[in-house]
């Protein structure tokens, strides 16, 4: 039979073990590694601007941070992945504009980019660059055109993949322009670029890194994409000033959240990127390959993600491209 002294005793404990539960929840995020899913192989300049955004990141929080390579089917497996994962703050998207496109790209997603992801902030955004063989007789956009419109068919677009960003990217270029190219898909841009520089490929839309090649004159730039000239190639036009007014691509990079994380950490990691992305040292590296650091609350980035898959839902309803 308990004692008086054991019955005081437990009634103290009861006591006392509410309070600890409620210490423990409130223990400040991160408490713990947080992991961030690139849905791109290792590498690649996701996976480095992942890498370098965690860097910063892994000092505000004063925990490790873990990047976690999930790639493959266009990104959806590492999207996926984090779309269904616990939505505690712990599991995270360095998302890319395929959450843009994936939806009307795909014939079925196991999840929706707009419904289980929840946008915390960009954190980057890049145009492409229109690379050209050395022998190739355009020097400009408008030549270049005038030439496709001259050889209807007869010319080679090459991608790194079938409804990739540069794919989609040359899709909208053909359409505004009025031309017509056979698509050559590739499995990355290095074998694109393999056949490209001997000229058994007439284009390419490549991001920055590429930008190696036509310095070292292997091939040359025409154009990029973006609303305004990249100021890592300040000589190099943008499309819309080349014969293509209006055209404006800038691809970008962002982190996302599992949907129905609790505000406080959405909020918590929008206001702490924001921080991270002012370090000078980061906007240093990332600008070396024409990425613009851009940070953004979470409200914002819903609805630039919103508008961004609006306008590649026209796109691709227009050109009629499926993949299974």
Same mark, same amino acid.
């Given at each position: 039979?308990?004692?008086?002294?054991?019955?005081?005793?437990?009634?103290?404990?009861?006591?006392?073990?509410?309070?600890?539960? $409620?210490?423990?929840?409130?223990?400040?995020?991160? #408490?713990?590694?947080?992991?961030?899913?690139?849905?791109?192989?290792?590498?690649?300049?996701?996976?480095?601007?992942?890498?370098?955004? /965690?860097?910063?990141?892994?000092?505000?929080?004063?925990?490790?941070?873990?990047?976690?390579?999930?790639?493959? /089917?266009? +990104?959806?497996?590492?999207?996926?992945?984090?779309?269904?994962?616990?939505? #505690?703050?712990?599991?995270?998207?360095?998302?890319?504009?395929?959450?843009?496109?994936?939806?009307?790209?795909?014939?079925?997603?196991?999840?929706?980019?707009?419904?289980?992801?929840?946008? +915390?902030?960009?954190?980057?955004?890049?145009?492409?660059?229109?690379?050209?063989?050395?022998?190739?007789?355009? =020097?400009?956009?408008?030549?270049?055109?005038?030439?496709?419109? /001259?050889?209807?068919?007869?010319?080679?677009?090459?991608?790194?993949?079938?409804?990739?960003?540069?794919?989609?990217?040359?899709?909208?270029?053909?359409?505004?322009?009025?031309?017509?190219? *056979?698509?050559?898909?590739?499995?990355?841009?290095?074998?694109?670029? +393999? #056949?490209?520089?001997?000229?058994?490929?007439? $284009?390419?839309?490549?991001?920055? !890194?590429?930008?190696?090649?036509?310095?070292?004159?292997?091939?040359?730039?025409? /154009?990029?994409?973006?609303?305004?000239?990249?100021?890592?190639?300040? !000589?190099?036009?943008?499309?819309?000033?080349?014969?293509?007014?209006?055209?404006?691509?800038?691809?970008?990079?962002?982190?996302?959240?599992?949907? &129905?994380?609790?505000?406080?950490?959405?909020? &918590?990691?929008?206001?702490?990127?924001?921080?991270?992305?002012?370090?000078? *040292?980061?906007?240093? =590296?990332?600008?070396?390959?024409?990425?613009?650091?851009?940070? $953004?609350?979470? #409200?914002?980035?819903? &609805?630039?993600?919103? +508008?961004?898959?609006? =306008?590649?839902?026209?796109?691709?309803?227009?050109?009629?491209?499926?993949?299974?």
């Amino acid at each position: 039979m308990p004692t008086r002294r054991h019955l005081i005793a437990l009634g103290a404990a009861s006591a006392v073990a509410p309070s600890l539960i $409620c210490l423990a929840r409130a223990n400040p995020w991160p #408490d713990r590694t947080v992991h961030v899913v690139v849905p791109l192989a290792a590498g690649g300049p996701t996976d480095v601007n992942a890498r370098i955004v /965690a860097e910063q990141l892994s000092k505000i929080w004063g925990q490790q941070i873990i990047i976690d390579n999930k790639a493959g /089917a266009g +990104t959806n497996i590492g999207n996926a992945f984090v779309a269904h994962s616990d939505p #505690d703050g712990y599991t995270l998207l360095f998302g890319t504009s395929s959450l843009a496109s994936n939806g009307a790209l795909y014939r079925s997603l196991d999840y929706s980019p707009i419904t289980d992801l929840s946008p +915390t902030s960009l954190v980057a955004k890049f145009p492409f660059f229109m690379f050209v063989p050395n022998s190739f007789p355009a =020097k400009t956009v408008k030549e270049f055109i005038d030439y496709a419109e /001259a050889h209807p068919g007869n010319l080679i677009m090459a991608s790194p993949g079938t409804g990739s960003g540069p794919h989609l990217a040359e899709l909208l270029f053909l359409q505004m322009a009025g031309i017509q190219m *056979t698509h050559a898909p590739y499995r990355g841009a290095a074998p694109a670029l +393999t #056949d490209l520089i001997p000229g058994r490929v007439h $284009c390419y839309f490549g991001s920055g !890194e590429l930008l190696t090649y036509s310095r070292s004159g292997q091939v040359r730039v025409l /154009a990029s994409t973006g609303a305004k000239r990249s100021p890592v190639e300040p !000589e190099v036009p943008t499309i819309a000033e080349s014969g293509v007014p209006g055209y404006v691509i800038d691809s970008w990079q962002g982190v996302f959240a599992p949907a &129905k994380t609790p505000s406080e950490i959405v909020q &918590k990691i929008s206001g702490d990127l924001a921080k991270a992305l002012v370090e000078p *040292t980061l906007i240093e =590296k990332l600008a070396r390959n024409a990425y613009t650091v851009e940070s $953004c609350t979470a #409200d914002e980035l819903a &609805k630039f993600l919103k +508008t961004d898959t609006e =306008k590649w839902e026209a796109v691709i309803k227009k050109t009629g491209i499926k993949i299974d």
